[in-house]
């Protein structure tokens, strides 16, 4: 496949190539999370399907990289933090979600400037999920 570098210009949605590449990022990232032993803590973190959170993950991405703001149309102010409180979030799973992250960037060819990018700006968001 040929990858497209593009330079920053638009939106980080336009970028990425619109919904269809939100949408195979977050597939790869939850199929990461589901397959390899690296990422098991992360995993068991989660409930026994990870079809909710793929589907708003997705919809929370396509609005966060400045496209369809699909997931506050439905459920408001984001308020990550406070949802992510009733689960237990430390530094190894921070760290084994940002691996997590960063691997699926990869694997679906976001474009290398972009994927810095996104990842200076995933970083800060899953330290503050931080609550223990
Ligand atoms: C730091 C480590 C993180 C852990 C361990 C974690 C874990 C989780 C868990 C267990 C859920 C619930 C899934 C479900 O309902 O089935 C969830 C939901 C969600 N997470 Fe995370 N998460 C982390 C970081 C992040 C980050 C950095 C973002 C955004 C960039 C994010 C975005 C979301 C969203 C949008 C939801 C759905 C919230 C809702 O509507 O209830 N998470 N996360």
Redesign the pocket.
């Known amino acids: 496949m040929q990858i497209q570098e593009k330079p920053p210009a638009g939106t980080p949605f336009d970028w990425i190539g619109g919904e269809p590449k939100v949408e195979a990022l977050v597939e790869r990232f939850y199929d990461l999370m589901d397959l390899e032993p690296a990422y098991a803590q992360?995993r068991a973190?989660?409930?026994t399907?990870?079809d909710?959170?793929r589907q708003?993950?997705f919809?929370?991405?396509c609005g966060?990289l400045g496209g369809p703001q699909h997931?506050t149309d439905r459920?408001g102010h984001?308020m990550?933090r406070a949802?992510?409180l009733p689960?237990a979030?430390g530094d190894l799973?921070?760290d084994?979600?940002?691996a997590c992250?960063r691997q699926a960037m990869e694997e679906t060819h976001v474009p290398q400037q972009l994927r810095v990018a996104l990842g200076d700006a995933?970083q800060k968001?899953?330290d503050w999920?931080?609550n223990k």
């Open positions: 992360l973190v989660h409930g399907s990870l909710n959170a708003r993950l919809w929370f991405l966060w997931y459920f984001p990550l949802r992510h689960f979030i799973e921070r084994q979600w940002m992250m995933f968001t899953a999920m931080r």
